[in-house]
C-alpha cells in the first residue's frame, strides 16, 4: 500500500512502509531485517493516528478509540519525557450459531509515542476516554523567573 495515495507523504510513513514491506519479502531470512516484536510495535504505532494541540497552559493529545474500556487503555511516561499511549483491542467473543460474515473493525495493539517538550510538566498528567475519543491533557511548567540583577557596591579603597 502506498501512503501517498491517502495523503500521507510524511518520512516517517514512508520509514515504516519500507520497513514492513522488506519484513514481508524477507521473512524466510531471520537474521536480515527488523524483529517481529519491532515490525509489530511499527504497524501499531502507524495505525494509530492522533491530534496534537498546544494551549498557553497545556498540550492535549486526542486519539480515536471507539469501543475501548478504560482497562484496555495505558497511558504511561518513560524516561520523564516521552508519553506513551497504548493497548489492545480485543475480538469479541462468538456467540454460537453466529459467524463473521465480514471483518473490517480493527483488533490487536495499539501504540503512539510522543517525544515531550522540556516545559510539558510529567507530573501534571490526566487523561479522559468520552465517547470513544481519549484527551491526554499534559499541563506546562510555569515558565522560569528571569533572573533579577544584582547591583555590586563599589567601595573606595
Do not use: W
Not at 460474515?101 to 507530573?123: C, H, Q, S, W, Y
Amino acid at each position: 500500500m502506498d501512503f501517498r495515495v491517502m495523503g500521507f507523504d510524511e518520512p516517517l510513513f514512508n520509514t515504516l512502509h519500507h520497513i514492513l514491506d522488506r519484513a514481508a519479502d524477507d521473512s524466510s531470512d531471520k537474521n536480515s531485517g527488523p524483529t517481529g516484536s519491532y515490525v509489530r510495535d511499527a504497524k501499531a504505532m502507524a495505525s494509530t493516528p492522533a491530534d496534537v494541540k498546544e494551549f498557553p497552559n497545556s498540550y492535549v493529545f486526542i486519539i480515536d478509540m471507539p469501543g475501548l474500556k478504560s482497562g484496555d487503555i495505558k497511558v504511561q511516561v518513560e524516561d520523564d519525557k516521552v508519553l506513551v499511549i497504548s493497548g489492545e483491542r480485543k475480538r469479541e467473543e462468538e456467540k454460537e450459531g453466529a459467524k463473521y460474515v465480514r471483518m473490517e473493525r480493527r483488533i490487536g495493539k495499539f501504540m503512539r509515542k510522543f517525544v515531550l517538550p522540556e516545559n510539558a510538566n510529567t507530573d501534571k498528567i490526566s487523561a479522559v476516554c468520552q465517547d470513544g475519543v481519549l484527551t491526554v491533557t499534559v499541563e506546562k511548567l510555569p515558565p522560569p523567573e528571569p533572573k533579577k540583577s544584582k547591583t555590586i557596591e563599589v567601595k573606595i579603597a
